[in-house]
Nanobody, 119 residues
Framework: QVQLVESGGGLVQAGGSLRLSCAAS????????MGWYRQAPGKQRELVAT???????TYSDSVKGRFTISRDNAKNTVYLQMNSLKPEDTAVYYC?????????????WGQGTQVTVSS
Protein backbone atom coordinates (compact mmCIF):
# COMPACT_ATOMS: atom_id res chain seq x y z
CA GLN A 1 0.00 0.00 0.00
CA VAL A 2 1.19 3.49 -0.84
CA GLN A 3 0.10 6.63 1.00
CA LEU A 4 0.05 9.96 -0.77
CA VAL A 5 -0.33 13.12 1.27
CA GLU A 6 -1.07 16.41 -0.48
CA SER A 7 -0.49 19.84 0.97
CA GLY A 8 -0.25 23.44 -0.17
CA GLY A 9 -3.82 24.17 -1.12
CA GLY A 10 -5.65 27.27 0.00
CA LEU A 11 -7.39 30.46 -0.98
CA VAL A 12 -5.67 32.80 -3.42
CA GLN A 13 -6.71 35.74 -5.55
CA ALA A 14 -6.83 35.49 -9.32
CA GLY A 15 -3.37 35.98 -10.78
CA GLY A 16 -1.69 34.54 -7.71
CA SER A 17 0.37 31.41 -7.22
CA LEU A 18 0.33 28.25 -5.14
CA ARG A 19 2.59 25.23 -4.93
CA LEU A 20 1.08 21.87 -4.15
CA SER A 21 3.16 19.05 -2.71
CA CYS A 22 2.50 15.33 -2.72
CA ALA A 23 4.60 13.22 -0.37
CA ALA A 24 4.67 9.49 -1.09
CA SER A 25 5.31 6.75 1.46
CA UNK A 26 7.21 4.77 -1.17
CA UNK A 27 10.12 5.77 -3.33
CA UNK A 28 8.76 7.69 -6.30
CA UNK A 29 11.71 6.64 -8.42
CA UNK A 30 10.22 3.13 -8.34
CA UNK A 31 6.90 4.40 -9.62
CA UNK A 32 5.82 4.77 -13.21
CA UNK A 33 3.79 7.94 -13.63
CA MET A 34 2.88 10.51 -11.03
CA GLY A 35 0.42 13.26 -11.60
CA TRP A 36 -2.12 15.75 -10.46
CA TYR A 37 -5.84 15.64 -11.17
CA ARG A 38 -8.60 17.99 -10.10
CA GLN A 39 -12.31 17.87 -9.57
CA ALA A 40 -14.55 20.91 -9.45
CA PRO A 41 -18.06 20.76 -7.96
CA GLY A 42 -20.46 19.02 -10.30
CA LYS A 43 -17.71 18.02 -12.72
CA GLN A 44 -15.72 14.90 -13.40
CA ARG A 45 -12.17 14.50 -12.23
CA GLU A 46 -9.76 15.67 -14.91
CA LEU A 47 -6.07 15.37 -15.58
CA VAL A 48 -3.96 18.43 -14.82
CA ALA A 49 -0.39 17.25 -15.31
CA THR A 50 1.70 14.10 -15.21
CA UNK A 51 5.37 13.25 -15.06
CA UNK A 52 6.85 9.94 -16.12
CA UNK A 53 10.42 8.93 -15.48
CA UNK A 54 11.33 12.49 -14.66
CA UNK A 55 11.56 13.53 -18.30
CA UNK A 56 8.15 13.02 -19.87
CA UNK A 57 5.47 15.58 -19.12
CA THR A 58 1.85 16.05 -20.04
CA TYR A 59 -0.36 19.01 -19.30
CA SER A 60 -3.99 19.74 -19.95
CA ASP A 61 -4.51 22.53 -22.43
CA SER A 62 -6.16 24.65 -19.77
CA VAL A 63 -3.01 24.82 -17.62
CA LYS A 64 -0.22 24.78 -20.21
CA GLY A 65 2.18 27.65 -19.69
CA ARG A 66 0.85 28.34 -16.19
CA PHE A 67 1.42 25.12 -14.22
CA THR A 68 4.62 23.12 -13.84
CA ILE A 69 4.94 19.61 -12.46
CA SER A 70 8.21 18.47 -10.95
CA ARG A 71 9.58 15.81 -8.64
CA ASP A 72 12.25 15.43 -5.99
CA ASN A 73 13.25 11.77 -5.75
CA ALA A 74 15.30 12.34 -2.61
CA LYS A 75 12.20 13.62 -0.83
CA ASN A 76 9.75 11.27 -2.53
CA THR A 77 7.69 14.31 -3.36
CA VAL A 78 5.95 15.59 -6.46
CA TYR A 79 5.10 19.25 -6.84
CA LEU A 80 2.66 21.31 -8.86
CA GLN A 81 3.62 24.94 -9.21
CA MET A 82 0.54 26.91 -10.21
CA ASN A 83 0.96 30.45 -11.50
CA SER A 84 -1.47 32.97 -12.96
CA LEU A 85 -4.33 31.22 -11.24
CA LYS A 86 -7.85 31.74 -12.50
CA PRO A 87 -11.22 31.26 -10.78
CA GLU A 88 -11.84 28.28 -13.05
CA ASP A 89 -8.84 26.54 -11.45
CA THR A 90 -10.90 26.21 -8.27
CA ALA A 91 -11.17 22.52 -7.44
CA VAL A 92 -10.00 19.75 -5.17
CA TYR A 93 -6.60 18.67 -6.42
CA TYR A 94 -5.60 15.02 -6.10
CA CYS A 95 -2.21 13.42 -6.36
CA UNK A 96 -1.96 10.16 -8.28
CA UNK A 97 0.85 7.62 -8.47
CA UNK A 98 1.24 4.40 -10.40
CA UNK A 99 3.28 1.59 -8.96
CA UNK A 100 3.93 -1.90 -10.22
CA UNK A 101 2.22 -4.45 -8.00
CA UNK A 102 2.92 -7.96 -9.16
CA UNK A 103 2.41 -7.87 -12.91
CA UNK A 104 0.22 -4.81 -13.19
CA UNK A 105 0.29 -1.10 -12.41
CA UNK A 106 -1.96 0.07 -9.61
CA UNK A 107 -3.23 3.63 -9.16
CA UNK A 108 -2.96 5.25 -5.75
CA TRP A 109 -4.67 8.50 -4.77
CA GLY A 110 -4.22 11.10 -2.11
CA GLN A 111 -7.05 12.56 -0.07
CA GLY A 112 -7.09 15.81 -2.03
CA THR A 113 -6.36 19.43 -1.22
CA GLN A 114 -8.73 22.31 -1.88
CA VAL A 115 -7.66 25.16 -4.12
CA THR A 116 -9.94 28.18 -4.27
CA VAL A 117 -9.23 31.11 -6.57
CA SER A 118 -11.23 34.25 -5.95
CA SER A 119 -11.95 36.79 -8.67
Amino acid sequence: QVQLVESGGGLVQAGGSLRLSCAASRSISSGKTMGWYRQAPGKQRELVATITGGTMFTYSDSVKGRFTISRDNAKNTVYLQMNSLKPEDTAVYYCNAQYLVGLRYVDYWGQGTQVTVSS
